[in-house]
């Protein structure tokens, strides 16, 4: 993966869910991604990449039925978009869906068979998916309720000259997947995520441990307002290698800009040596 000297440009786009239960399952995702395009046109010119909150598409409180019939393919229509989306406007976006895994190899499996993952998909401005990752670590029941757990570790993705390593909310608070992450190469993490006021540490103690230790960027992308009988908390934020705290959003809708530094990573990792330190023999 090749270094480069160019600044990453990060929008993080911090919105509010759409929660009218008169709505059908198609309705919600169409109108979630005409959403998606009105954003794109504010972001075009001034962002590489656009990270949307967790399950964007489709909505996160979900039960098992609604996930399955808002759930994309891989190559389905809403990949087909997205990916349409981005060659339109030059902008490079990680959303989050729900989707759609291959029925078991089973004679007799059919399509309601296949597990439902959340997922979260990288996709180029020239429409090229570099990455797609299914959750791993489910939230409670919140997530169990609705999709299927994930088995593949997370992606690090070359973006250019950039490497991005891919994480959904609640894997950000496990250390051992940012490590992950970092001892792959990882220089920037993104997490697109759904999290609750009741779970502000993770913003505030969280993540800027996660960013230090690590030495990586870290991009954090929250929704706001409710959904169902869940409250979202907002405070999105960009972090800097050293745990700073660039960017934070408050609790209400908007875009959020920053930039991550090849040369503030550079000075950074000179003088924060962890990952060079560690001592794998030992654990």
Request: glycine share 8%; proline share 6%; aromatic share 6%.
């Amino acid at each position: 993966m090749s270094a480069h000297t160019d600044p990453l440009r990060l929008a993080l786009w911090q919105c509010a869910p759409i929660d009218d239960p008169t709505i059908d399952d198609a309705d919600v995702v169409e109108r979630n991604l005409s959403r998606l395009e009105s954003v794109l046109v504010e972001v075009a010119g001034r962002a590489d990449v656009l990270i949307t909150p967790e399950m964007f598409v489709c909505g996160y409180r979900l039960d098992a039925a609604q996930a399955r019939a808002r759930a994309d393919a891989v190559t389905g229509p809403i990949a087909t978009r997205v990916a349409q989306l981005c060659t339109w406007y030059g902008v490079a976006v990680l959303y989050g869906c729900a989707e759609l895994g291959r029925p078991s190899d089973r004679p007799d499996a059919e399509v309601s068979d296949a597990p439902v993952y959340n997922a979260i998909r990288l996709v180029d401005a020239g429409g090229r998916l570099l990455a797609t990752h299914h959750k791993t670590h489910l939230f409670g029941d919140i997530d169990a309720r609705a999709v299927s757990a994930g088995s593949q570790p997370p992606p690090v993705v070359e973006f250019d000259g950039w490497n991005l390593g891919l994480l959904t909310c609640y894997e950000v608070e496990f250390p051992e997947m940012v490590r992950s992450l970092a001892v792959r190469g990882a220089d920037v993490v993104c997490v697109p995520t759904a999290n609750m006021p009741a779970y502000d540490e993770v913003q505030r103690i969280l993540l800027p441990a996660r960013a230090l230790e690590n030495q990586v960027f870290l991009a954090y992308a929250n929704h706001v307002g409710a959904e169902a009988d869940l409250a979202y908390g907002g405070l999105s934020e960009l972090l800097g290698p050293d745990g700073t705290v660039m960017v934070q959003g408050d609790r209400d809708e908007e875009v959020l800009y920053g930039s991550c530094d090849r040369a503030e990573l550079d000075r950074s990792r000179a003088g924060h040596t962890y990952l060079a330190d560690r001592r794998p023999d030992l654990y």
